[in-house]
């Protein structure tokens, strides 16, 4: 079985791990403590409020960790305040959270919880269809470097991008009814894992 961990700070947690649960194969697992990292082999940030959930990250002392194993490989997919999680640069601010991929982003860059909106986009490298996109709050990518390839963009600005190993989504797939992002996310660990077992 392959263990997704979903950090259980704050935000979305709950959406996420019945997400998971419908995928054959996989065994989603809360994450509070350093030790439930080490466990797993994907990790996902959750939506939610990206200031708590930062504070909270250091507060547990969850962020070496999980910089230490996204830098080691380990596949990670932020969500939303993810998104801005992983970022290097936050506009406005001067300060980031774990500083994993080569984006700039802007927080609630749709506008406020008034502004949420529902859309679907053709992402050709997550599925064949058109997909459901859930926008609460959500941050834009507004800049980012040529290692970062965007999967999807709505009005000229990047929604969703992937670096290597680290995924980013401006929306919530977990809101949705629709598994592909997360079955998107569940290769990327497989195939990390494959790559383990032959080196």
């Given at each position: 079985m392959v263990r997704i961990g979903v950090l259980a700070l704050q935000g979305s947690v709950a959406e996420h791990m019945k997400m998971l649960s419908r995928i054959e194969g996989l065994t989603p697992c809360e994450i509070r403590r350093p030790e439930e990292i080490e466990t797993t082999s994907g990790i996902i940030l959750p939506g939610g409020e990206s200031t708590t959930i930062g504070k909270l990250l250091k507060e547990f002392n969850l962020s070496n960790i999980i910089i230490e194993k996204a830098r080691n490989g380990t596949p990670v997919w932020g969500t939303c305040a993810g998104m801005i999680l992983l970022a290097k640069e936050i506009v406005g601010e001067n300060y980031v959270h774990l500083g994993l991929m080569d984006i700039s982003v802007?927080?609630?860059?749709?506008?406020?919880?008034?502004?949420?909106?529902?859309?679907?986009?053709?992402?050709?490298?997550?599925?064949?269809?058109?997909?459901?996109?859930?926008?609460?709050?959500?941050?834009?990518?507004?800049?980012?470097?040529?290692?970062?390839?965007?999967?999807?963009?709505?009005?000229?600005?990047?929604?969703?991008?992937?670096?290597?190993?680290?995924?980013?989504?401006?929306?919530?797939?977990?809101?949705?009814?629709?598994?592909?992002?997360?079955?998107y996310f569940a290769k990327m660990v497989l195939s990390r894992m494959e790559k383990d077992s032959r080196s």
């Open positions: 802007r927080r609630n860059a749709y506008g406020s919880q008034l502004d949420s909106f529902f859309t679907k986009c053709k992402i050709p490298d997550v599925s064949d269809i058109e997909i459901p996109l859930v926008f609460i709050r959500a941050p834009w990518v507004e800049w980012l470097s040529k290692n970062v390839k965007v999967l999807a963009h709505i009005n000229g600005k990047a929604i969703a991008v992937r670096q290597d190993n680290i995924l980013a989504t401006s929306f919530h797939p977990e809101l949705t009814d629709d598994l592909s992002f997360h079955r």
